[in-house]
């Protein structure tokens, strides 16, 4: 029977045949390989004296690969936390980027032969005298990589620790006294901290583990091809001459090319791989600890909101001139720039200045300074609703504006502010996910690093879902009914008198 | 114990009141007629200080607003006016939050620190006077505007004021409670308090006012007993004014 093909569905099958040929090439002569350059020397990273070209020992290290394989390299330029599962969705066809197999990600995609040998080395502040090694830390709050071995090992450990986005905010807020250690590979440390004065090394580098090419499961053809090219530039020398040019050889590397000949059963024993998997009860334990830092970064920063915008608000309309202009200049700067940016500034910013708050704080003062212009415009809308005449009455029994504010005004203009608030508050509950920027550990942080270190994007999706409604929908329903019971007093009493009557 | 000298308001450039002089003896009514536009509104808040005059004296239960008073000493001249004039709105501009009772309380409690029982016994009595008695939790929304109109009379007598100033007190009022109206205010007067009635309803003026003063575009027409002026008027155009009315 014919049938009329819709216009969508044409333009999806135009796009198909347009798009399945340049798909198909990337597989034919391309390989495509995807890392995270923000702060990722020395693996790979923007070149500081060419911004737009990027360099490193793993951006030499797969050009090598590429070439032994008789492709042509391209880089696809990604987020770590994420990197599993954008290989998962064929934004490219391998990780290179310092990935160890961890038993994790060993069930969610396949692991070529090693290519580097790492350790991990802690890092301190020079004037540090309590930390000489990790078993220092119980008490301590040591900064590392998310999802890495280094935040497995942590974890397992059970030491506290803040999982950062990249090495360089971890070692600045060991800077700052953020945090009171650093635990990470030892070719971030020695990029990011061994030449910086500040800092010392904590003992020497331990706990030894693998880099691997990271592929999509099913792929056993590129595999193939893969380790042989990490074999053929292990035995040409071209690995160890890339090594050597980023002082990254030792002979830790040494022993690893060795084993090229050595029997398979001998690999195992000699490197202790970082197999440390998901433990669902201890996940679920700090989801709930994240809800509570999220429930009070809300509240904290909702309190400050309302206690603020007040004085904006009057500000802004009974104020002189001059104060208008400064509450309105605040009120525009923090609805007209993304609430993101302003908590890096605070974060990153303030230090410079000498202002060095922990990250909940620098969130919930954040929010709260972002929500108080939102909260003095739900007020001036509130005041501004209400005639004139109530305050010309009010004035006329007496009464001085304050009063007049206090008795006539206020309790009027609550009203009408209520229902915005409630909404304005929902909305502050929801925002606190982007603390995550600034390494607040609060729910949407938990469920990027969990979900990430787990592949269970769904399950813990919907977990944390629930925690946000469990959260959110009694507290709207909590202001609906203060809504209602407003409403309602008045009515309930006049019928109590009507029927006196 | 009301005296205006010469009282002169300018808004935004324009003067909307040209020297208006006249006095209120003690416990006598006076009404302010004349059309919309005249400056009888203006007038009537210059009284009680919601307005500053800009030229003259206004003189009112021993207390003196000037226009040449600087403005910390007129605001404190105001606060001590408004204890002993009390004034009903024409929207009257009720409490919406506060019952009839709590809208009565408010300043007595929190302006005058009156003890809050004695305060409501107070506020009893006064909508007893009004006709009310039975209407102290009802919220003003549930009113009618007559029922309103007395709240808000009853809330501006419970400051205890010699002086009381109308607004258009009628114009919320079906035609049978504006009788209703007068013989309440009339009331006032012989419980000892002086009124200044604005009013676009010379019929209901007749009978309460003791005096008039006739306004157009903001200046003083003609002012004499209410009798009088209705009728014989001296002035070409009160007699104009008057035609119209009827």
């Known amino acids: ?501 | 114990m009301i005296s205006a000298t010469e009282v002169r308001k300018t808004i935004n450039g324009n003067e909307i009141l040209h020297g208006i002089s006249f006095e209120v003896a003690a416990q006598t009514v006076l009404g302010i007629i004349g059309g919309s536009g005249s400056g009888k509104t203006t007038l009537l808040r210059c009284l009680n200080g919601l307005e500053r005059i800009d030229g003259g004296t206004i003189e009112c239960d021993g207390v003196r607003l000037e226009a040449a008073l600087g403005d910390a000493a007129y605001r404190r001249r105001v606060k001590e006016l408004r204890r002993k004039v009390g004034m009903v709105f024409q929207h009257l501009h009720l409490f919406p939050h506060l019952t009839a009772l709590g809208n009565i309380i408010e300043a007595p409690v929190n302006v005058a620190r009156r003890n809050r029982r004695e305060a409501e016994t107070h506020a009893h009595e006064l909508l007893t006077a009004v006709g009310l008695a039975r209407a102290a939790a009802r919220y003003p929304e549930s009113m009618s505007g007559g029922e309103q109109q007395r709240v808000a009379i009853a809330r501006a007598l419970a400051m205890r004021p010699n002086v009381l100033l109308f607004d258009e007190p009628t114009s919320a009022l079906d035609p049978r409670r504006v009788a209703e109206m007068r013989t309440l205010l009339r009331q006032f007067t012989a419980a000892g308090h002086t009124l200044v009635v604005v009013s676009h309803s010379i019929g209901f003026l007749t009978g309460l006012a003791d005096n008039l003063l006739y306004m157009e575009a903001g200046a003083a027409i003609e002012y004499g007993a209410t009798a009088q002026l209705l009728n014989a008027p001296q002035d070409a155009r009160t007699r104009e004014f008057l035609q119209q009315a009827h």
């Open chain 1, 1 to 501: 029977m014919p049938r009329r093909v819709s216009c969508p569905s044409r333009l999806i099958v135009i796009l198909l045949c347009v798009c399945w040929p340049v798909a198909a090439a990337h597989a034919q002569g391309e390989l495509r390989w995807g890392a995270d350059p923000s702060g990722g020397a020395p693996y790979v990273y923007a070149d500081p004296a060419k911004p737009d070209r990027y360099i490193g020992y793993e951006q030499e290290l797969v050009e090598a690969l590429a070439q032994a394989m008789g492709r042509r390299a391209v880089f696809v330029p990604t987020d770590w936390e994420t990197i599993v599962s954008s290989l998962q969705r064929g934004e490219f066809d391998v990780i290179v980027n310092g990935l160890e197999p961890t038993g994790d990600r060993a069930r969610q995609i396949l692991f070529s032969k090693p290519y580097y040998v790492f350790q991990l080395q802690l890092t301190v502040r020079q004037n540090e005298s309590r930390i000489n090694s990790l078993a220092d830390c119980r008490t301590r709050m040591v900064g590392t990589l998310g999802n890495t071995a280094a935040s497995r090992l942590l974890a397992q450990e059970r030491i506290p620790f803040r999982a950062y986005a990249d090495p360089v905010g971890a070692y600045r807020d060991l800077e700052l006294q953020r945090i009171d250690a650093v635990l990470l590979d030892v070719p971030m440390e020695m990029f990011y901290a061994r030449r910086n004065a500040r800092f010392k090394p904590a003992g020497a580098p331990f706990q030894p583990g693998t880099y691997v090419v990271g592929l999509r499961q099913g792929d056993e053809k590129l595999k193939a091809q893969v380790d042989a090219a990490i074999d053929q530039i292990m035995r040409d020398g071209t690995l160890e001459r890339i090594l050597r040019k980023w002082n990254l050889w030792d002979d830790r590397q040494a022993a690893l090319r060795a084993q090229l000949d050595a029997p398979p059963t001998a690999q195992a024993e000699t490197f202790e791989l970082t197999n440390a998997t998901f433990n669902w009860p201890e996940a679920i334990a700090r989801l709930s600890r994240a809800a509570l830092v999220t429930v009070l970064l809300a509240f904290g920063a909702m309190v400050l909101a309302v206690v603020l915008g007040m004085p904006l608000a009057l500000g802004q309309s009974k104020g002189p001139r001059w104060l208008q202009t400064v509450c309105t200049v605040y009120v525009e700067f923090f609805r007209g720039t993304p609430v993101l940016v302003q908590l890096l500034f605070l974060y990153f910013g303030l230090p410079r200045l000498g202002i060095v708050m922990p990250g909940w704080l620098t969130a919930l003062i954040g929010l709260g300074l972002n929500y108080a212009a939102y909260e003095s415009q739900v007020y001036r809308a509130a005041l501004e609703a209400l005639p004139r005449g109530q305050w010309e009455a009010a004035y006329s029994l007496g009464m001085s504006p304050a009063l007049a504010f206090r008795r006539i005004i206020l309790p009027q203009a609550f009203r009408i502010a209520l229902p915005p608030m409630t909404n304005d508050f929902v909305s502050l509950f929801k925002d606190t996910s982007v603390a995550f920027a600034i390494s607040v550990w609060e729910l949407a942080t938990a469920y990027r690093e969990l979900a990430n270190a787990s592949g269970e994007f769904l399950l813990l999706g919907g977990i944390v879902s629930a925690f946000y409604l469990a959260m959110s929908l009694p507290m709207a329903h909590i202001a609906r009914r203060l809504e209602r019971r407003m409403q309602r007093r008045q009515i309930i009493e006049q019928t109590t008198v009507e029927a006196a009557i």
